[in-house]
């Protein structure tokens, strides 16, 4: 299983020349299976950056967490729903009376957009996400309910003996301290745990995080702890503000990395997500795949 970033940011689109290495767009992120199966991880503006050769092959899954504007403003611009041979499945979460076409087509509608949803020329499956467990290609997929405002899903992905778990918008924090909590208390406990790689929100940092309660993201605290009690063997930092430049992410990840060594965890299994960025995930190993580096150079 191979995962490539296009976006890491949050909330808000952040081009600019400070914020180059790590990258401006927002959350999307690619999974290519065992068996060569494309899975979409969120539809934020990073998508428009995939291949545009994308789903050449066979089917396209795009998977939405949920339906906040900066994971899902890329749609538009995601060239295989203008290609007639596509095959493109999009994911999301249940909400009661409405369907997940119709929830999408609120945005895919005038006057934001040119192009209405029913107007896509390739063939197109909305499909709210099971309760349970679900196969797709050779990956065994899970889906659960995770806080965060609006209804909002964390996914747990395994392919070929690797485990990947994608937690983009999550405030665990918010019922209580995670070092305290029971196991079954923490939200996304179940997906993250004994994960070979976690991606999960970092939005902000302790100081931030006061005048930020209940928005639905995390502090940096937060999410070693989650990762620490999760014990993923691999965890990069995500949905970073649009506020924080690359200086700023970079001092972030010395001051967690240093924190994460306090708690007993090896300093070198975290890491700040970034566009680009690879991660090969094998039945025995974890490991960057190619360029750029996890933590780019200044």
Request: glycine residues 8%; charged residues 20%.
């Given at each position: 299983m191979?995962i490539?970033?296009?976006g890491?940011?949050?909330?808000?689109?952040t081009?600019g020349?400070?914020?180059?290495?790590y990258?401006g767009?927002?959350s999307?992120?690619?999974?290519?299976?065992s068996?060569?199966?494309?899975?979409?991880?969120?539809?934020?503006t990073g998508i428009?950056?995939?291949?545009a050769?994308?789903g050449?092959?066979?089917?396209i899954?795009?998977?939405?967490?949920?339906?906040?504007?900066?994971h899902i403003?890329?749609l538009?611009?995601?060239?295989?729903?203008?290609?007639?041979?596509s095959?493109?499945t999009?994911?999301g979460p249940?909400a009661?009376?409405?369907?997940?076409?119709d929830?999408i087509?609120r945005?895919?509608?005038?006057p934001?957009t040119?192009?209405?949803?029913?107007e896509?020329?390739?063939?197109?499956?909305?499909?709210?996400c099971?309760?349970t467990e679900?196969?797709?290609?050779?990956a065994?997929?899970?889906a659960?309910?995770v806080?965060?405002?609006?209804?909002?899903l964390?996914?747990?992905i395994?392919?070929?003996?690797?485990?990947f778990?994608?937690?983009?918008d999550h405030e665990?924090?918010l019922?209580?301290s995670?070092?305290?909590?029971e196991?079954e208390?923490?939200s996304?406990?179940?997906?993250?745990?004994?994960v070979?790689?976690l991606i999960h929100?970092?939005?902000?940092t302790d100081?931030e995080y006061?005048?930020?309660?209940?928005?639905g993201?995390?502090a940096?605290?937060?999410t070693?702890?989650?990762?620490?009690?999760c014990?993923?063997?691999?965890t990069?930092?995500?949905?970073?503000?649009p506020?924080?430049?690359?200086?700023?992410?970079?001092g972030i990840l010395?001051?967690?990395?240093?924190d994460?060594?306090?708690l007993?965890a090896?300093g070198?299994?975290?890491d700040m997500?970034?566009?680009l960025l690879?991660?090969?995930?094998?039945?025995t190993a974890t490991?960057?795949a190619?360029?750029?580096p996890a933590?780019?150079?200044?």
């Amino acid at each position: 299983m191979r995962i490539r970033i296009w976006g890491a940011r949050g909330s808000l689109p952040t081009p600019g020349a400070e914020m180059v290495r790590y990258g401006g767009n927002t959350s999307c992120v690619q999974v290519t299976l065992s068996d060569g199966t494309h899975i979409v991880l969120d539809a934020g503006t990073g998508i428009r950056n995939l291949p545009a050769d994308l789903g050449s092959g066979g089917p396209i899954h795009v998977l939405l967490t949920h339906l906040h504007l900066d994971h899902i403003q890329g749609l538009l611009f995601f060239e295989p729903l203008f290609r007639a041979e596509s095959e493109v499945t999009i994911w999301g979460p249940s909400a009661p009376n409405r369907s997940l076409q119709d929830r999408i087509g609120r945005y895919l509608s005038a006057p934001l957009t040119p192009v209405e949803v029913r107007e896509l020329p390739c063939h197109l499956d909305f499909r709210n996400c099971p309760v349970t467990e679900w196969k797709i290609g050779s990956a065994q997929i899970r889906a659960e309910a995770v806080t965060h405002r609006g209804p909002t899903l964390g996914f747990r992905i395994e392919d070929a003996g690797s485990s990947f778990c994608y937690l983009p918008d999550h405030e665990p924090a918010l019922v209580g301290s995670i070092a305290d909590l029971e196991p079954e208390w923490i939200s996304g406990y179940s997906l993250a745990r004994d994960v070979d790689l976690l991606i999960h929100d970092c939005q902000y940092t302790d100081a931030e995080y006061p005048l930020h309660l209940g928005w639905g993201h995390s502090a940096v605290t937060h999410t070693l702890h989650f990762a620490h009690r999760c014990d993923a063997r691999r965890t990069l930092l995500f949905h970073h503000d649009p506020s924080h430049t690359d200086d700023i992410l970079d001092g972030i990840l010395e001051s967690a990395r240093r924190d994460w060594s306090a708690l007993g965890a090896d300093g070198n299994r975290l890491d700040m997500a970034s566009e680009l960025l690879e991660v090969e995930l094998s039945a025995t190993a974890t490991q960057p795949a190619g360029t750029p580096p996890a933590r780019p150079p200044a």
